[in-house]
Every structure is written in C-alpha cells, then in structure tokens.
C-alpha cells in the first residue's frame, strides 16, 4: 500500500503556514488538542478520515493524532483538497494523505479504498462515501473491527438514517452535523459566508441589485440568503416544504416556485441536499447571462446533463466558470462543476466556524472510545452536556461572559417541569 498520493511535496511551507494561521482560529480545538496530548484517549485508535481536505481538517487531523490516534486522510469531495495542506499534513505533521484536487472519479474512490485498507477501527466521514463505500465492498473484511464512526453533513446523515432503517447500518455512527454547536453555526454562518466568496472569487460580480435565488431554505439557506441579502441582492427563496417557505416569507424574501423565478434570476444556488432541483424545465426558462451555482453536498442538485442537452457548445471561461450557450444564443454559467461552490472556487467555512464542527468530531471519536460495545448499530446525537461544553469554551474563547442560574432559579424551573 503507498504511504500517500498527494499532488506535490513542495507545496508543505505554503500549507504549514496557513494550517497555523487557521489554528489561530481554533481556540476549542487547541484546547482539546492539549488535553488530548496528556490524556491520549486515542491511543491505539486506528482512523480513516474522509473529510474536505482544508486548513481547518488538518488542525482536527493534529489533534487526533494528539490523542494518540493512528490516522489517514482522504478527500471526501474530488475539488475540495487543497494540495498545499495535504502536502504539510504529510511533510510536516506525518499524517499519510490521499488526496489531489480535481481527481478524476477513479482516483477519488481509489483514495477512500487506500483509507479503508488502513483497517480503521473509527471512521469520520464527509458525506457518507467512505461508509458506503465499506459497506458495499468491503463488508466481510474490515468491518469487523470497527467501534464506530462519526458522520459531518445533513446529506450523510440522512443517508445513514436511511441505512439503518433498512437494517444495513453495520456499526453505531454519531451524526456530528445534529449538535447544535455544528449545524447552527457551520451550515448557517459558514456557508453563508464561504458560498458568497466562492462566488465572488469565480466571478468577481457585484452582489447588489441582484436576482439572487437561494434554492432550499434550511441551515445552510438560510445563511446564504442572508448574507446575500446583506450585501445589497434581491433575494429570492424556493422551498418545497411549506413551513420554512413561510419563514422565509416571514423572514423578508420573496418565495416562489423557481419556474417563476427563472425568467428574471441573475445568480442561482442550491443549498438543499436533493436531486435536479435545477432542471431541464427550469433551464429553458433561463434568463440570459444567469449564473447556476450549488453549495450542497452532491453536485447533482443541477442537473448538468440536461444544460448539456440543452447547449450546442460550451467553454472554460474563467475558473470554476464554464459558459455554456443555448440553441438560442442565451448563456448560462455554471460555476464549479455543479460541486460545492465553497470549497471548490474558495476555501469553504472560516476556521472560526469549524472549531466547533470539529470539536464535535474530536469529541465524538473520544465518547466512541468511551463507549465501544455499549451503542448499537445506530445514528446517534452527541450528548448535550457536549454541546454546552464547546459552546461555553467558545464564549470564554470570545471573551463573553454570560449570566448563570441561581439556585432559586433552578429549583423553580425544575419544580414546573415536575409539576409540583
Ligand atoms: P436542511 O435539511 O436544513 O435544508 C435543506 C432544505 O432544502 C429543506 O428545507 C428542504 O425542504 C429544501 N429542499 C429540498 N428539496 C428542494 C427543492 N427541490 N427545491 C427547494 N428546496 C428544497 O439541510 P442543510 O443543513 O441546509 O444542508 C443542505 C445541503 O448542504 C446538504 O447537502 C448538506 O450536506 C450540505 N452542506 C454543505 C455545506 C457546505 O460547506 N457547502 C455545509 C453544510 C451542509
């Protein structure tokens, strides 16, 4: 088995000194890190990470390793790696990667093979592709040996749940995404901000006085359409669920079907986790010019065969920016392959936001350990006393103080929630 594949070894100086500045940013992780290195909960601990291949994941890569951990990383999207921090991770923190950005299909899923030949008793994935991957070929062989794994994204966690609805789930996963310390902030904040600069550095656009259509109004939505609104655009929501299209309604942006929206959107991101959400129906309809961009987990929420269908030729016209021109002259941009639009053209959430993502995925290979043989093959949540952890780390970290209850106050809360 090769220790690594990686783009290029000279590139580690680049990524060591951007791993630092993002561990700035990470004040929750670093003190987990330090206590990891004293406790060395991890010890023994064989990893396979799947994760995007960032600064911010190699500081949670660290801190594993701290922990006494023996882990590999490969990417969990094929444009998300950045090839200078894959090549510190390696050079500078002997940690072996797999992972080289804009690998094609084959390489990508020969990299979550070399992680899974790394015979990992814990799995971290981004997604669901490495546990997929492991339960459908590699069930009989490295199965048995795992305690557990942890699960990042609303769009893995749904794929787990279904898993072990079916019966097939083979070990207990904590799905990192439901603490409140990740999804509230990472999905919402992070992607809000980092979809908006993967944007701006693909195309260098004016925000303001755009049709801007968030396509999906849940944690990540919501963020986007904020942000954007922020910066000046008129912001337009879809949503297939009536209760969120009501709050985005309540909120301020105008909700309508896209079909609608479709004649007169200047910028258009999907942030919902589904399939063809902008499809042949909708592209017809395009406006001239209109930029088709998507944040959620898989790039097929667009459906790109489609617009190729629809086009009789296309080109490169900056990066991450492909032209594609209609039968009828109108162009249609499609930013990033149809891939995550934060971490392809930028570098996806600040680190400040991942600090807590993160801290829940030390956190939760730390409780599996604790409670290997205890958890069923299930999905689990992270207890709350976990999220109130990172959350009062992270406050003291911002330097906020906040109020505590006094005992008058608890013996009056508790007495309403006995009854008494
Ligand atoms: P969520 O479940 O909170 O929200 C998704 C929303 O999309 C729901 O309100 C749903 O009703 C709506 N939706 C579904 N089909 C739709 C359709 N055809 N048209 C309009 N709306 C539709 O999920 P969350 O947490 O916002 O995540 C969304 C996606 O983003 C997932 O794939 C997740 O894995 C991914 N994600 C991406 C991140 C990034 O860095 N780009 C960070 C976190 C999550």
Not at 42 to 52: A, N, T
Not at 119 to 128: H, V
Request: glycine share 8%.
């Amino acid at each position: 088995m090769k220790y690594c594949d990686i783009k290029d070894k000279s590139l580690a100086p680049k990524g060591k000194l951007r791993i630092e500045w993002a561990d700035k940013q990470m004040p929750v992780l670093a003190l987990i890190r330090e206590r990891f290195e004293k406790e060395k909960p991890l010890k023994g601990i064989k990893m396979s990470c799947c994760l995007h291949v960032t600064t911010e994941t190699a500081n949670l890569m660290r801190t594993l390793k701290a922990g006494g951990a023996d882990i590999v990383l490969c990417a969990s999207n094929p444009l998300s790696t950045q090839d200078d921090v894959a090549a510190s991770l390696v050079e500078d923190y002997g940690i072996p990667v797999f992972a080289i950005k804009g690998e094609d299909r084959d390489t990508y899923y020969s990299h979550l093979v070399s992680a899974i030949e790394h015979e990992p008793n814990i799995t971290q994935d981004d997604g669901g592709d490495l546990v997929g991957l492991l339960h459908q070929n590699y069930s009989d062989t490295y199965l048995k040996n795992i305690i557990g794994g942890t699960e990042e994204t609303t769009t893995g966690v749904i794929r787990l749940q279904s898993m072990e609805k079916e019966g097939a789930l083979q070990f207990p996963v904590i799905a990192v995404n439901e603490s409140a310390t990740k999804h509230f902030f990472d999905n919402r904040y992070g992607t809000g901000q980092s979809t908006l600069d993967g944007l701006m550095r693909a195309t260098n656009i004016l925000i303001c006085g755009k049709n801007f259509v968030v396509c999906g109004y849940g944690w990540c939505g919501k963020g986007l359409a904020m942000r954007a609104k922020g910066m000046g655009a008129n912001v337009i929501v879809t949503e297939v669920d009536p209760v969120k299209a009501i709050e985005a309604a309540m909120d301020g942006f105008r909700v309508m079907k896209l079909e609608q929206a479709m004649p007169f959107a200047d910028v258009i991101i999907t942030v919902t986790g589904n399939l063809n959400v902008v499809d042949e129906r909708h592209l017809v309809l395009a406006k001239d010019g209109v930029i088709i961009a998507n944040s959620g987990h898989f790039n097929d929420e667009i459906n790109i065969n489609a617009l190729e269908k629809l086009s009789k030729s296309k080109r490169t016209v900056r990066d991450f920016v492909e032209e594609y021109t209609l039968d009828d002259g109108r162009k249609v941009y499609l930013l990033a392959e149809g891939r995550l639009l934060n971490l392809s053209a930028a570098e996806g959430h600040p680190a400040v936001v991942m600090d807590m993502s993160f801290a829940n995925q030390a956190l939760g290979a730390e409780y599996i350990v604790k409670n290997a043989g205890k958890m069923e093959k299930k999905v689990y949540v992270l207890p709350e006393e976990i999220d109130r952890e990172i959350a009062s780390i992270k406050l003291k970290s911002m330097g906020i103080e906040i109020d505590v209850l006094t005992e008058e106050q608890i013996k009056y809360l508790s007495s309403w929630k006995s009854g008494t």
